[in-house]
């Protein structure tokens, strides 16, 4: 790895304005483990300089990059009453990085075809750009045809499928076919040794179980709709029986000053808005959760957010 290499992987270890998930990706990118990314950067008045620096190293790298112009992003503040507060904190941008010329005009061709609405062409250069497995690009295309998803899934288990494949292989970035998948398993162990390799510090806090007990409010739930399916702009939901929920849930008080929203999966029916005592084990990207007994419900519970053009 050459020295501006290792400055990105130093960089992403400790730039503020990235989460895991994208210290992850640019740690993967820069080591030469994946040929291209997608990373987010968040700016606020904290860490202003990082844009520049991280701008810096791309161009000292030679690696070809595409910046999005600025978005705002907005967190959760406070849990007042029966309101969730946001708050716009900064702005992010969106850089994808190449690993060269070749990957860089797969990338073109790939916003090509979704200009043109070809999106099983363009699923599948996809795949070939971010180096993910074919057998799981493939399941991806048929996951975009309501009677396959219907043939194969109810709500539930879709919803289990992904928690399932998200708990076998939390490193990869794509959805793998199934948590048998060959070809996921070595990607998955591929990237945890890149990890172990050349960012040892961030891959023991990756891949420790963080435990903690908050009390969470359920604050809405999952729903797969018929516009995920190519072609069809329709938002009623896939499967009008739900035998099972996928509810997002908020922390009522912030952990390690965030307020985390974390999805949880059971057969049972819980009403929005009701506040649970809970036994969470967050570790990579996913949290295993305990519910205790309700507390109480909290009427009318609604997000409060102040929106900006972008
Ligand atoms: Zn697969």
């Known amino acids: 790895m050459d020295r501006q290499r290792k400055y990105l992987v130093d960089f992403a270890q400790r730039a503020e304005g990235l989460d895991d ?3 992850l990706k640019l740690i993967l990118f820069a080591t030469g483990t994946k040929p291209a990314t997608y990373v987010q950067l968040k700016i606020n008045p904290r860490n202003i300089e990082e ?7 791309l161009k000292a ?7 999005s112009r600025p978005k705002a992003y907005e967190e959760i503040i406070a849990i007042k009453g029966n309101a969730i507060k946001w708050k716009i904190m900064g702005t992010w941008y969106g850089y994808d990085l190449f690993a060269g010329d070749k990957s860089f005009r797969l990338f073109q061709k790939y916003q090509n075809l979704i200009k043109k609405q070809k999106h099983t062409q363009a699923d599948r250069i996809s795949g070939r750009l971010y180096d993910y497995p074919q057998c799981c690009v493939e399941h991806y295309i048929k996951e975009h045809n309501l009677a396959f998803l219907r043939k194969n899934y109810t709500h539930f288990s879709y919803y289990q499928h992904l928690h399932a494949v998200e708990r076998a292989f939390p490193l990869v970035m794509h ?3 199934s948590t048998k998948c060959k070809a996921t398993r070595k990607l998955n ?20 179980a963080k435990k903690f007990r908050t009390d969470v409010v359920i604050s809405s739930e999952s729903e ?4 995920v399916v190519y072609n069809i702009t329709s938002t009623a939901p896939v499967f009008p029986v739900k035998e099972g929920h996928e509810y997002n849930l908020i922390t009522t008080k912030p952990i390690e000053g965030h307020y985390y ?7 049972k029916s819980i009403e929005k808005g009701t506040v649970l005592p809970a036994a969470i084990k967050k570790k990579f990207d ?5 519910l205790g007994k309700p507390k109480k419900v909290i009427r009318d519970l609604h997000h409060e957010r102040k929106f900006v053009i972008p």
């Open 224 to 227: 797969l709709l018929q516009d």
């Open 21 to 23: 998930y994208n210290r």
């Open 286 to 290: 996913y949290a295993d959760i305990k």
């Open 175 to 177: 959805t793998p076919c």
């Open 61 to 67: 790298g030679r690696i070809p990059f595409l910046v």
């Open 261 to 267: 929203m974390i999805s949880y999966l059971t057969k």
């Open 189 to 208: 162990s591929k990237y945890a040794k890149a990890l172990k390799k050349y960012a040892p510090k961030f891959w023991k806090q990756l891949s420790s």
């Open 51 to 57: 844009k520049q620096h991280f701008e810096k190293h």
